[in-house]
């Protein structure tokens, strides 16, 4: 008899999970109906501007013609008209930038460049192109990723196959320096982090900062950067990193680069001498007095190319 019962009751409970799972069904099944008769609704109903939206529109209308035209382009973000206007037809065209339904190509590139070029924040640009701060971010980020997918198209590493017209036609430099590629450096880029991950961050410099490595040709070009370290981080374990990761430095066989006295001296780095004046305002109150002091004035002067370099990022 007890039999029969546990029988009957596993019985009722699943026809009751039948049911349930039934119903369960039927509730997803017409959620699903009104969510697309919403969306066909919201298709069909016209968008209606505002008054306040037309006069948003005419505000960031009249900010980016006057970004076009006016002299101070350069001033708002560090380039001029026409580069400003070839970047984004770049942008369009290789990076797969697009319009939005509200915001053009020009207006996202004109926000992106001039908030790396004042470090503005979301807040101020929301002011002044009338945006929501969600808008401003996505639109900052959108021209990001466009402009990370030019990388293989703009940082080319050198392969060694030329000398460097800036040493070749160069008789202080040629032949001495005829197999250098270009010289490297690390920069610290000031960040925000967690309090958690603040310690690991904040360096010499009192705040907290990336590490960053970057290397230049001589022609004053970028050919590889490597961010992300924290700022205490050692310029030795960086270069390491960066000579063994997968998208790494690479430096063809019998070439080198130029560093400063925070490297080692290893295979396809030349470092500064120890001990001997490196400073080329140390030569100028008393000039080099042998080989060594020689060759490290030298090579400080075609250092200087690379500290240009690291000034602008």
């Known amino acids: 008899m007890d039999l029969n019962d546990e029988v009957f009751k596993t019985i009722i409970f699943s026809n009751f999970m039948q049911k349930l799972a039934l119903v369960h069904a039927a509730c997803r099944y017409l959620c699903y109906i ?54 984004c037809d770049i942008l369009r065209r290789d990076g797969d930038l697009q319009d939005t339904q509200h915001a053009t190509v020009e207006e996202q590139v004109g926000k992106f460049l001039h908030m790396l070029a004042h470090n503005q924040t979301h807040c101020t640009m929301s002011f002044f192109f009338c945006r929501s701060r969600e808008t401003i971010s996505r639109h900052f980020h959108n021209v990001l990723r466009s402009i990370i997918m030019l990388e293989d198209q703009f940082l080319r590493q050198p392969d060694g196959t030329q000398v460097p017209l800036e040493i070749l036609q160069s ?11 270009g010289a490297l450096d690390g920069t610290h880029v000031r960040v925000k982090v967690s309090n958690e991950d603040a310690p690991r961050y904040r360096g010499r410099k009192g705040y907290t900062t990336q590490n960053v490595l970057a290397a230049c040709s001589f ?62 305002k140390e030569y100028s109150v008393r000039p080099p007095e042998n080989a060594k002091e020689l060759f490290l004035s030298v090579m400080q002067s075609i250092h200087l190319d690379k500290l240009y370099c690291n000034s602008i990022i």
């Not at 529109?57 to 380039?79: P, T």
């Not at 008789?171 to 590629?181: G, Q, V």
């Not at 000579?243 to 780095?269: C, E, F, H």
């Open 219 to 280: 022609d004053l070009k970028f050919t590889y950067i490597l961010p992300g370290w924290e700022g205490t981080a050692s310029d030795s374990r960086i270069i390491k990193n960066a000579l063994t990761r997968n998208d790494n430095l690479k430096i063809p066989q019998g070439k080198y680069y130029l560093v400063d006295a925070g490297y080692m001296n290893r295979s396809r780095l030349i470092a500064p001498y120890r001990g001997v004046r490196y400073h080329l």
């Open 171 to 181: 008789s202080r430099f040629n032949p001495y320096f005829k197999d250098c590629i």
């Open 34 to 87: 009104i969510h697309q008769r919403q969306r066909l609704k919201r298709r069909c109903v016209p968008h209606i501007p505002t008054q306040s939206t037309i006069e948003r529109q005419k505000v960031r209308d009249e900010l980016m013609s006057r970004l076009r035209n006016s002299e101070k382009c350069y001033d708002v973000i560090r380039m001029g008209p026409q580069v400003f206007q070839g970047l």
